[in-house]
């Protein structure tokens, strides 16, 4: 499976953005997308997961500003709508597709940069 992520920028502390990523191959159907981040210096984290039947998942620290969405449909696309963005979430977010969410590995995409500034 190949994801192809978008949406990335640079935005003023308390703007919002929205992420798309488009998965394309051999898609299950099961499966479950989501979205990780890393920012500089800090280790990768979850952000946001989503199954194929719709249900979200969301790390504590996550909920309130992020919201994860997808289109079953022949697009088979994931987007991350992210308000109320803070200088610390800044980083380069990327998308990842798993058939199984609780084993690691699976298909990640290339990333896009978010930088939030002041």
């Known amino acids: 499976v190949q994801l192809q992520a978008s949406g990335g920028g640079s935005v003023q502390a308390g703007g919002s953005l929205r992420l798309s990523c488009a998965a394309s191959g051999r898609i299950s159907s099961t499966n479950t997308l989501g979205w990780y981040r890393q920012a500089p210096g800090k280790q990768r984290e979850l952000v946001a997961s989503i199954n194929s039947d719709g249900s979200a998942n969301y790390p504590d620290s996550m909920k309130g500003r992020f919201a994860i969405s997808r289109d079953n449909t022949a697009k088979n696309t994931v987007y991350l709508q992210m308000n109320n963005l803070q200088l610390d979430d800044t980083g380069v977010y990327y998308c990842?597709?798993?058939?199984?969410?609780?084993?690691?590995?699976?298909?990640w995409g290339q990333g896009t940069l978010v930088t939030v500034s002041s």
């Open positions: 990842v597709y798993r058939i199984v969410w609780a084993l690691p590995g699976g298909s």
